[in-house]
Nanobody, 128 residues
Framework: EVRVVESGGALVQAGGSLRLSCVVS????????VGWFRQAPGKTREGIACFSSTDENTYYSTSAQGRFAVSSDLAKNTLYLQMNNLKPEDTAVYYC?????????????????????WGQGTQVTVSS
């Protein structure tokens, strides 16, 4: 059974940085996608960045471009989200999610409905 666990959320001041981690365990296949999502109070969950293990490609949403970066350690089935120059509007619960993909597939978007297995989330709070 696939298990997804996020960590690294914290309270930071505006302009600060954080690195979140997502560990995926229990995988049955090597071909999968992992995504970072967030949900701010009163808002719908949105995709930030999604990564495919097949070609190590990362798709970034518009809101993530420029300040957020994904890195991976496939040997540890771990995906990281480096967030720089954080703003109060980045305050949200950040989630990681996983889905299996075909060996020839990659990620070309980052939509909530595509993902099957979710972590419990980690809180990021940015103070002004």
């Amino acid at each position: 059974e696939v298990r997804v666990v996020e960590s690294g959320g914290a309270l930071v001041q505006a302009g600060g940085s954080l690195r979140l981690s997502c560990v995926v365990s229990g995988l049955s296949f090597d071909e999968y996608a992992v995504g970072w999502f967030r949900q701010a109070p009163g808002k719908t969950r949105e995709g930030i960045a999604c990564f495919s293990s097949t070609d190590e490609n990362t798709y970034y949403s518009t809101s993530a471009q420029g300040r957020f970066a994904v890195s991976s350690d496939l040997a540890k089935n771990t995906l990281y989200l480096q967030m720089n120059n954080l703003k109060p509007e980045d305050t949200a619960v950040y989630y990681c999610a996983q889905r299996y993909i075909h060996v020839m597939d990659t990620v070309s978007d980052c939509e909530v409905y595509q993902y099957d297995r979710w972590g419990q989330g980690t809180q990021v709070t940015v103070s002004s």
